[in-house]
T-cell receptor
Framework: GENVGLHLPTLSVQEGDNSIINCAYS??????FIWYKQESGKGPQFIID?????DKRQGQRVTVLLNKTVKHLSLQIAATQPGDSAVYFC??????????????FGKGTKLSVKP | KAGVTQTPRYLIKTRGQQVTLSCSPI?????VSWYQQTPGQGLQFLFE???????NKGNFPGRFSGRQFSNSRSEMNVSTLELGDSALYLC?????????????FGPGTRLLVL
């Protein structure tokens, strides 16, 4: 079935380096994508979102890139900090007939930041 | 503004019992969605409620049910608990329309079935 998947289950980076977390999606009808961060013992925390009519969106230290041609989504974190250590999920929304669809999550990538 | 709250935070039940979990959305949000998170299956959508009506449903058995009240608070119920129901149950709220879809999650209720 159609789902959102992640290329790398784990990613280890040095503090201060940039991190790139990748995600592939298979449904070309998805028009809204979100990145969430989940720390141990907590619920997913919204990081940044992007609509399918955009290819790039920037937030504070984070950038999301969307490549619809290859159905690829990435999250870039600049100057990665120890507090960025968490599991990162990408999610897509399939909208059916105008009503809001549900989030479909990828499996997650664990980011570990080494001091 | 207060975030999404879920009660209880932790719960231990035995097989065959039933359980009710509660979720209070962010003020002004009319949509509440429920998700199950397990190490093996990841985050899976259970159902979504909007204005007291179930608007969307995931692929879970009928033992999983929910409802939403007029103040947008939501409950989910799992009957005849099985060991495999042990999971983190997450609630997320949003405004509920296409232009304001971002879902904000609560801390979850961790359910352990023995």
């Amino acid at each position: 079935g159609e789902n959102v998947g992640l290329h790398l289950p784990t990613l280890s980076v040095q503090e201060g380096d940039n991190s790139i977390i990748n995600c592939a999606y298979s449904n070309s009808a998805s028009d809204y994508f979100i990145w969430y961060k989940q720390e141990s013992g907590k619920g997913p925390q919204f990081i940044i979102d992007i609509r399918s009519n955009m290819d790039k969106r920037q937030g504070q230290r984070v950038t999301v890139l969307l490549n619809k041609t290859v159905k690829h989504l990435s999250l870039q974190i600049a100057a990665t900090q120890p507090g960025d250590s968490a599991v990162y999920f990408c999610a897509e929304i399939l909208n059916y007939g105008g009503s809001q669809g549900n989030l479909i999550f990828g499996k997650g990538t664990k980011l570990s930041v080494k001091p | 503004k207060a975030g999404v709250t879920q009660t209880p935070r932790y719960l231990i039940k035995t097989r065959g019992q039933q359980v009710t979990l509660s979720c209070s959305p962010i003020s002004g949000h009319r949509s509440v969605s429920w998700y199950q998170q397990t190490p093996g299956q990841g985050l899976q959508f259970l159902f979504e409620y909007f204005s007291e009506t179930q608007r969307n449903k995931g692929n879970f058995p009928g033992r999983f049910s929910g409802r939403q009240f007029s103040n947008s608070r939501s409950e989910m119920n799992v009957s005849t608990l099985e060991l495999g129901d042990s999971a983190l149950y997450l609630c997320a709220s949003s405004f509920g329309d296409r232009n304001r879809e971002t879902q904000y999650f609560g801390p979850g209720t961790r359910l352990l079935v023995l």
